[in-house]
């Protein structure tokens, strides 16, 4: 049965609450089952591939996966580029980074305080699965 996306948002919500709490595994748990219900989620698809970093082949597949279902949601394509950055991956993350920017260059997005805010939540959150 597929889950609403309203469900896998709270799932999301309840990773990034355990996270800041200092609950890592309890984290990763939220967002495995994101994925497993929702697997063409891409914002589940994009933190799943954040909880994988210490896997770098499995990272990219499921960043892959995200940019091509989040494709047209440019704060959701910064992320992903962002997420490349981190793993070096500077040419695929600039070509993603670029399409972001083409969304928001033909007015797709009014508000950029949600982008600012997305990213700042992001960075937060590859700080605590690296634990620092």
């Given at each position: 049965m597929i889950r609403s996306g309203?469900?896998?948002?709270h799932l999301l919500a309840k990773a990034a609450e355990a996270s800041s709490e200092g609950r890592p595994d309890a984290a990763r748990r939220f967002v495995r089952r994101a994925v497993s219900l929702q697997p063409d989620h891409a914002g589940a698809q994009l933190h799943w591939a954040i909880e994988l970093l210490d896997q770098p082949k499995l990272a990219r597949h499921h960043l892959r996966r995200a940019a091509e279902l989040g494709e047209g949601d440019p704060v959701l394509e910064y992320q992903v580029a962002w997420v490349l950055l981190e793993l070096g991956d500077v040419e695929p993350a600039l070509t993603t980074a670029r399409r972001a920017q083409r969304h928001?260059?033909?007015?797709?997005?009014?508000?950029?305080?949600?982008?600012?805010?997305?990213?700042?939540?992001?960075?937060?959150?590859?700080?605590?699965?690296r634990g620092a």
């Open positions: 309203t469900d896998i948002e928001l260059d033909d007015g797709d997005v009014d508000d950029f305080t949600g982008l600012v805010l997305a990213l700042l939540a992001l960075k937060a959150r590859l700080r605590a699965a």
